[in-house]
């Protein structure tokens, strides 16, 4: 559906005679209240993991997350591999290769430095946080920013700087972040098995970047599945063994 009226995105601010995107200053905050969130929610616990460790484990995610967005993201345009360059690639970055590799960034690192203790539960508020930060920055970069959905009719599509009413796949993401803080909330009050917080949220999160998948206009890898659709059925084989448990566990209840 064709606008006529103009689109107030993207949202920019001029510094020094140019124009940027509040983009950069939403990922910057979004780093530094996550980790402030992290210390935070370290204070209340007796954390079996010594500083010194937890600090490796930090850097493998860091170094892991680098690599892993970068790769699933140029894998999300397959066309340019061809010509690939360093430009390229830097600027390249998806949260979902981030967590793929900040995963196994940590896993790499735990094996090396001989921690075998899960580690993950402590980061999932601050990570959801963090995104609630970040996706707001890519919601105000509108057409300028990979994440718009395609084309609708539906009640809450957007004109996100073509003139086309698209869902807002970024202002779906954050509204169900806000429901899996909620959620992570409430399991608070519930005993789990160390570790299976961080393993639900990968596959709850990764389970909605599965389906919204679907709704943007995204490049076919393989099988007519993009990488973000590939990054999250490797999750789910890499955890099949928690989903089933935890599957089995619910049915139990009911």
């Known amino acids: 559906m064709l606008l006529k009226s103009a689109s107030p995105f993207p949202f920019q601010f001029e510094l020094f005679g ?62 340019v591999i061809n010509h690939l360059t360093f430009s390229i690639l830097y600027q390249s970055k998806t949260i979902v290769g ?27 508020i601050p990570i959801l946080v963090a995104l609630i930060i970040g996706r707001i920055g890519c919601f105000s970069m509108g057409i300028d920013e990979p994440t718009y959905g395609v084309p609708t009719h539906f009640f809450m ?48 999160y990764l389970l909605f970047r599965f389906l919204i998948e679907f709704i943007k206009p995204y490049h076919s890898l393989f099988l007519n599945l993009s990488s973000i659709h590939w990054s ?12 089933i448990r935890i599957s089995k566990q619910i049915a139990a209840k009911k």
């Open 98 to 124: 981030g967590l793929l590799g900040g995963l196994f960034g940590v896993e790499l690192i735990k094996k090396i430095i001989g921690v075998n203790i899960a580690s993950g539960d402590i980061y999932v």
């Open 18 to 79: 140019e124009q940027y995107h509040y983009h950069y200053i939403f990922e910057t905050l979004a780093f530094i209240v996550g980790v402030r969130m992290y210390y935070y929610y370290k204070k209340g616990i007796v954390d079996q993991i010594s500083d010194e460790n937890r600090l490796w484990i930090m850097l493998g995610a860091m170094f892991g997350a680098l690599i892993g967005s970068r790769v699933v993201a140029v894998l999300e345009t397959p066309e």
């Open 157 to 204: 599509g957007m004109d996100v700087g073509d003139r086309i009413l698209r869902h807002p796949i970024m202002l779906y993401e954050m509204i169900y972040l806000l429901l899996l803080i909620f959620l992570f909330n409430r399991l608070k009050l519930v005993e789990m098995i160390n570790g299976d917080r961080f393993k639900l949220f990968m596959v709850l």
């Open 232 to 243: 999250a059925l490797f999750i789910f084989i890499y955890y099949y063994r928690f989903i």
